[in-house]
């Protein structure tokens, strides 16, 4: 996401939400509007000006202009500015943030290349909702796949590998055969698994292929399957 005060928003029927064409997280039972509000928050809070943002939800067809203020309220643009809260100084005690407040945050760490701040906060998020909600909840395998970008992104394949790997299965077992998101994590699973050096990915390689075998119907993941028999140097089947 970038740095402008201005975003697109895309909200599509189904409740996938994007903001800058950027796929957001949408923990379940959350309306993708809330998601909105609570990111762009962020955003305003951080350089103390509202920011702009155009939404289209094809839920229903609307198209619609907003904007979200540096105190996590909206209105429309052009009305006049609502005076803050209480100023830095006052007593009001400070609610503790959610863990969707902090996957948030968290998230404009990551997107920033600040690993040494996303990385704690994302371990933090998922350690919190396993123990809540369980290891194979929807919100604790959406941080899960968060953390699990981050590990790529700042070049810890071997963690990308085996988190992607076990996310496919988790998948497969909450969803279900042929759903897109077991497809994503099988493949972003082989792809991690590519970047690292021989004598890492060696014993990783079972796991994965065994992974592979078991979300998919077998002809589905020849090409992968082939291309890490390859690099191994062992015969495919």
Do not use: C
Request: glycine share 6%; no cysteine.
């Amino acid at each position: 996401m970038n740095t402008s005060t201005h975003y697109q928003v895309h909200i599509s029927r189904d409740g996938q939400l994007r903001i800058d064409s950027e796929p957001q997280v949408v923990p379940a039972g959350v309306d993708p509007s809330q998601v909105v509000i609570q990111v762009l928050h962020i955003e305003a809070a951080g350089s103390g000006l509202p920011v702009l943002i155009q939404v289209q939800d094809d839920r229903t067809n609307s198209r619609f202009d907003m904007q979200v203020m540096p105190d996590g309220t909206t209105q429309a643009p052009g009305a006049p500015a609502v005076p803050a809260g209480p100023q830095p100084g006052a007593t009001e005690p400070q609610q503790p943030l959610s863990p969707f407040d902090r996957l948030a945050a968290a998230q404009a760490a990551g997107r920033a290349h600040d690993f040494d701040t996303a990385i704690p906060a994302a371990d933090a998020i998922l350690q919190q909702l396993t123990a809540e909600q369980g290891d194979t909840a929807t919100a604790t395998l959406e941080a899960a796949q968060f953390r699990a970008d981050l590990a790529y992104l700042s070049g810890e394949y071997a963690f990308a590998t085996a988190s992607w790997t076990w996310l496919a299965l988790a998948w497969f077992d909450r969803l279900g055969p042929g759903k897109r998101r077991t497809q994503v994590a099988a493949q972003n699973a082989a792809h991690a698994w590519m970047q690292l050096p021989l004598h890492e990915a060696g014993p990783l390689a079972p796991d994965l292929v065994n992974m592979l075998l078991e979300v998919a119907a077998p002809e589905r993941t020849a090409t992968m399957r082939a291309q890490i028999a390859e690099r191994l140097g062992q015969p495919s089947n």
